[in-house]
Nanobody, 115 residues
Framework: QVQLVESGGGLVQPGGSLRLSCAASGNIFSINTMGWYRQGPGKERELVATITRGGSTNYADSVKGRFTISRDDAKNTMYLQMDSLKPEDAAVYYC?????????WGQGTQVTVSS
């Protein structure tokens, strides 16, 4: 059984920073593309950023220059460094990973941006 567990969400003031983590565990042979998605109140889930096994990254226009995605394959963990946070970044953030040719989702972690 494979699991993804996110952590690092919380309440932050506008302009602040948070670092999200997504740890994969279980019977893992390979992890290919990993990504972060988010879903705000009344909105559809949207792509935030992805990172391939080779380290190539892709970002939504709304977060370019402010968010940085990375991964540590030795730890089966992905990160999302979020800087210069805005109120519109508030959402539940989900991680996704292609593990052993299957797609897995984490349970989500809440990010609230408010003064």
């Amino acid at each position: 059984q494979v699991q993804l567990v996110e952590s690092g969400g919380g309440l932050v003031q506008p302009g602040g920073s948070l670092r999200l983590s997504c740890a994969a565990s279980g019977n893992i042979f390979s992890i290919n593309t990993m990504g972060w998605y988010r879903q705000g109140p009344g909105k559809e889930r949207e792509l935030v950023a992805t990172i391939t096994r080779g380290g190539s990254t892709n970002y939504a226009d709304s977060v370019k220059g402010r968010f940085t995605i990375s991964r540590d394959d030795a730890k089966n963990t992905m990160y999302l460094q979020m800087d210069s946070l805005k109120p519109e970044d508030a959402a539940v953030y989900y991680c996704n990973a292609q593990i052993n040719l299957w797609s897995y989702w984490g349970q989500g972690t809440q990010v609230t941006v408010s003064s």
